[in-house]
């Protein structure tokens, strides 16, 4: 990994909000076109400092430059190439997932067709259907494919697989990956390790709003086993996951 | 970075998203088209007919007559035959008729005919139509052949523009209407995309604020103009509402339409922002469009209304558009013949805006 290709820097990042601080004195650098994980405990600050870099929120004090543009002067550049995935997010009620894509492409500024958009990410069975009569795993699906629609050069994607289950899940990191092969730079927070694991070139370890441990996953588990640590469990070479997996097969379902 | 990020086209690709969930939202059609419709039904099939007197025949009178006969021909009088005695005292006592006649052929010779006339004080008013009305016609069958001797009364009508019940409450409703697509649709609207945190994910996007305030604002003006042409055209086939100049006419009611509109979105803003959840909009908004509702002359003349009740009525700014609006359509006036109420109506719209700004909130 080519260490001077920094696409965002974020230097001693400072959030208060009044009687609380929820990020003290991040610093850390995501590279260009690798997958960033942002790992943590809820509360311990991840979702904020996304929200500020996606210039959602207000910061305190601190530095951030992303693709050569900071937060403070050119909010309005950095949403043009970013593509945000909330946690939380609504999408306008009473339309079908074509008429939100044309409107996240008249709010982007761009041309694209919703049907390739949707079919992205594998939803052009539902094209005439509403955001909220999708599954789960379908409403993080197109969640993504609005991050797509103005090719931005890096996506945020906060907690995408939270609640999903494991073929959802895995049909989701087969998609983040795809995504990260087309050239787009991506940041995801997760609570799972399994997924930190499999997905992040890297990952950051954040609690109480400071970054305790930053690292690639290979580096951070060598670390901790060259300290002596050993599992109470061997472990086998499967585990109920998989297992799961094998008995309900692991192709595309059309509820997930 | 190719090019220019482009804020029409993103106003419009909200406006567009925008109207097709209002045309979608069974609450704003119920409230834009439905209600101002079925008043308008109903008092458009009421207000047709004018005063009626009901005067029933009394059983073994004669019919075949010159008074019958007149009576007959007369538009007010509602001739009820075939009734009972008892049928008749019963309709009289609850003033159901307002009198019974009873004409007999005089035996001993003149005058030809006796009528004989039972009022009933349980509808005196109509009695007293009634009163007249035969009065009138025993002189013109009495004195047919009579030249007059003292004077000769000659009557004429000047042929005016006839004035509708229709006329009076469609600008009213068409007002209500745009009231409460106004105050409520726009309160609902920004209050459930800021709690669906809709307007949180707009903000990841570069769309500005004003592109969503005048997004939804044109969507919301295009949907109440939609309905404010339908009500007027059913208005004017079916019921005959008085357009003067036509399209013209039309174009006027649109454009005070805006204005008025432009105003009680003002409103709307200003409840999305006080409402602590979604519950509190409807009585908040009830609290802005209920008394503009009974006092700006949606149903009665504000000059019906007693003396300390008018200064009221003539404060709202709902009063001032139905004023205008009646205006235009019935006497054919300009906007510029209704300046003092648009100036009304703009004053309003900058204290309202002044409040909104301060109270609307984005998150």
């Known amino acids: 990994m080519d260490k001077t290709n920094a696409i965002i820097s974020v230097k001693n990042l400072v959030k208060k909000y009044d009687d609380f601080t929820a990020v003290q004195g991040i610093s850390f650098e995501v590279y260009q076109n690798e997958i960033f994980g942002l790992l943590g405990p809820n509360g311990a600050g991840k979702t904020t400092t996304l929200e500020i870099i996606e210039t959602l929120r207000e910061k305190t004090s601190g530095e951030i430059i992303v693709d050569g543009y900071s937060v403070d002067k050119d909010a309005s550049k950095i949403k043009r190439i970013i593509g945000v995935q909330l946690q939380a997010a609504g999408y306008y009620p009473n339309l079908n997932l074509v008429e939100l894509m044309e409107l996240f492409a008249g709010l982007y500024g761009v041309d694209v067709k919703p049907m390739e958009m949707l079919e992205k990410v594998n939803l052009q069975d539902k094209a005439k259907a509403k955001y909220k009569a999708l599954s789960g795993g379908q409403k993080q699906r197109f969640s993504i494919a609005t991050t797509l629609i103005n090719s931005p050069k890096i996506i945020f994607l906060d907690e995408p697989t939270t609640g999903l289950d494991p073929q959802a899940r895995r049909n989701l990191w087969d998609l983040i990956i795809d995504i990260r092969n087309n050239g787009t730079t991506v940041v995801i927070t997760t609570h799972y390790m399994d997924e930190a694991e499999q997905l992040c070139d890297r990952v950051a370890f954040v609690e109480r709003g400071e970054i305790i441990a930053l690292d690639t996953p290979d580096n951070l588990i060598d670390n901790l086993i060259n300290s002596g640590f050993e599992r109470q469990k061997e472990v086998k070479k499967a585990n109920l996951e998989d297992v799961f997996i094998n008995l309900t097969g692991k192709e595309w379902r059309e509820d997930n | ?363």
């Open chain 2, 1 to 363: 970075m190719s090019k220019p990020y482009n804020n029409t086209k993103a106003t419009l690709a909200l406006a567009k998203a925008s109207f097709r969930s209002i045309m979608r939202s069974p609450s704003a059609v119920v409230f834009t088209l439905a209600f101002p419709l079925i008043f308008i039904l109903v008092f458009g099939f009421l207000g047709g007919g004018g005063v009626k007197v009901d005067l029933a025949i009394a059983p073994g009178s004669d019919l075949q007559n010159p008074i019958i006969n007149a009576l007959e021909q007369i538009n007010v009088i509602h001739i009820i035959e075939d009734k009972e005695a008892d049928e008749i005292k019963t309709e009289l006592e609850k003033g159901h008729v307002a009198a019974v006649i009873n004409v007999q052929k005089n035996a001993t010779g003149t005058p030809a005919y006796l009528a004989n006339v039972q009022y009933t004080s349980a509808s005196i008013d109509k009695g007293s139509i009634l009163k007249s009305v035969l009065t009138n016609l025993m002189y013109t069958l009495n004195s047919k052949d009579i030249k007059p001797t003292i004077a000769q009364l000659n009557e004429s009508t000047v042929q005016g523009r006839i004035y509708r019940t229709i006329d009076f409450i469609l600008p009213g409703q068409l007002g209500f209407s745009l009231l409460s697509t106004g105050v409520f649709g726009t309160a609902f609207v920004f209050f459930s995309l800021r709690q669906t945190l809709v307007i949180k994910r707009f903000f990841a996007t570069p769309v500005s604020r004003a592109s969503i305030v005048f997004g939804e604002g044109i969507a919301r003006i295009g949907f109440a103009l939609c309905g404010a042409v339908f009500i007027i055209l059913i208005g004017h086939f079916f019921f005959h509402f008085t357009l003067i100049h036509g399209v013209v006419t039309v174009l006027n009611m649109l454009l005070l339409a805006i204005i008025g509109l432009v105003v009680f979105m003002g409103f709307g803003f200003i409840v999305s922002g006080i409402a602590k959840s979604e519950s509190t909009i409807p009585p908040i908004s009830n609290i802005i469009t209920l008394p503009q509702f009974l006092l700006s002359g949606t149903f009665f003349s504000i000059d019906a209304f007693p003396s300390w009740l008018q200064p009221i009525s003539r404060a709202l700014p709902l009063t001032y558009l139905n004023d205008a609006m009646r205006k235009v359509a019935f006497e054919g006036a300009g906007l510029w013949d209704v300046k003092h109420q648009i100036l009304i109506m703009a004053i309003w719209g900058i204290g309202v805006y002044i409040v909104a700004v301060k109270v609307f909130k984005w998150e």
